[in-house]
């Protein structure tokens, strides 16, 4: 055997590499030695650096890689930069799950982050629409017509309002009378809340409040793990959000109303501010009505939920229990969502409520009357006590 093929045989792993590097220095028997030394040479230099020659391979492909990386992150960074105002704002929006209360289907919607937590109002409130000494529970009340004399009272309150435009338009498209709840967080509320008090609806804010478990109930949603000032921001950024409405409702809140120290801190701006309660009564431990009565604030509780189950029929039925329960009590609160079903099921109750001899009232209506023996009963106690 050749000494070029001992060392090829050397340096080579393989019998496949042998036998063909083999074939190919016997097919170069006439080159100049020099020559097939050197090549036989760098061969063997190859062969010993292998690893390294991957490696090298190896850094030069991550390289490439990265470099790429680099010049599509600082293309995107640069058009965000001379991006138009409008693509700007589309930046902060998201789309999220928001369920209409706890148990409810979920529904994706588009909601607007701000993107501070600063203090926002919707539009400026307006001093002057406001009468003197009245608060605003009292004083943006709509105000009812002729009632039926002697006949029960039912509220029908709409929750979740302002994220679904079309449903929430249609809302406000039905018979007057309705009080509509709205979502802080949505957007265009100037503009919706007052087509809903032209249309004679009264308004309430759906204040989103921390749930039991993982459902997501809004951005800037009060929670117990808030420090005292945080809290305080977030319900000033929720209660300002836009005007006109005579009081407050829980969105979800499983867990924050069963936290007293939360609900008196929320009590206490609510009280400032003149505004009534509606415990929408998400779990049976809630502290929200409680509360409120010691504070001597005005509030009502949830008695039904019209549309835990999304079918026309379901909810036919939830409406006639509501009639029945105002005909023993002389008044009931339904709560119902801006679902198609209930839109639909509206859209045959409300026309037959004249015939029945049902009274469809305001929330603040309700609760005025409420408030009164309250104060009553009040002023009995401080008397017996003196």
Same mark, same amino acid.
């Given at each position: ?9 050397? *340096? ?50 991550? !390289?490439? %890689? ?18 138009? %105002? ?58 009812? !017509? ?29 018979? #007057? ?22 249309? !004679? ?15 997501? #109930?809004?951005?800037? %949603?009060?929670?117990?793990?808030? !420090? ?44 400032? &501010?003149?505004?009534?309660?509606? /415990? ?14 010691? &504070?001597?604030?005005? *509030? ?10 999304? /079918? ?26 801006? *679902? ?47």
């Amino acid at each position: 055997m050749s000494h070029y093929k001992e060392q090829i045989l050397k *340096y080579s792993s393989t019998s496949q590499r042998r036998n063909m590097l083999i074939r190919n220095t016997d097919a170069i028997p006439s080159a100049p030695v020099g020559l097939r030394e050197n090549i036989l040479h760098l061969w063997q230099q190859l062969w010993q650096r292998r690893r390294y020659a991957l490696f090298g391979g190896y850094l030069l492909l991550m !390289g490439f %890689a990265l470099g790429v990386i680099y010049l599509y992150a600082s293309g995107r960074a640069g058009h965000a930069a001379t991006a138009p %105002a409008s693509k700007q704002i589309a930046a902060v929006e998201k789309v999220l799950p928001i369920p209409f209360e706890e148990g409810h289907r979920q529904t994706e919607v588009v909601v607007r982050l701000p993107e501070t937590l600063e203090v926002a109002p919707g539009f400026p409130r307006i001093e002057e629409e406001v009468t003197e000494g009245a608060p605003l529970w009292q004083a943006n009340a709509v105000a009812v !017509g002729t009632l039926l004399p002697g006949r029960p009272k039912i509220s029908i309150v709409i929750d979740d309002l302002g994220i679904v435009k079309s449903n929430t338009r249609r809302m406000i498209d039905l018979s #007057p009378g309705l009080t509509l709840s709205f979502l802080p967080y949505a957007s265009d509320l100037k503009e919706m809340t007052s087509l809903a008090r032209r249309r !004679g609806h009264e308004l309430m804010l759906h204040l989103p409040m921390q749930p039991q478990g993982d459902a997501f #109930p809004g951005p800037h %949603a009060l929670n117990s793990g808030l !420090g005292e000032k945080e809290l305080h921001r977030q319900i000033l950024w929720n209660l300002d959000r836009f005007d006109g409405y005579v009081g407050i409702n829980n969105h979800m809140g499983s867990a924050f109303t069963e936290d007293s120290m939360g609900i008196s801190r929320l009590l206490s701006v609510v009280e400032d &501010r003149g505004l009534l309660v509606l /415990d929408s009564r998400t779990t049976n431990n809630s502290v929200l009505a409680d509360l409120s009565e010691q &504070r001597e604030i005005p *509030y009502t509780v949830r008695d039904i939920f019209l549309d835990n189950t999304q /079918d026309v029929e379901y909810i036919l039925d939830q409406l006639e229990r509501l009639e029945k329960m105002a005909r023993r009590h002389g008044s009931a609160v339904a709560i119902g969502h801006p *679902y198609d079903e209930t839109i639909r099921a509206l859209e045959i109750w409300l026309p037959k409520l004249k015939e029945k001899g049902i009274n469809l009232v305001p929330l603040s209506h309700i609760v005025e009357g409420k408030y009164r023996k309250t104060l009553i009963a009040h002023s009995g106690m401080d008397m017996a006590a003196e």
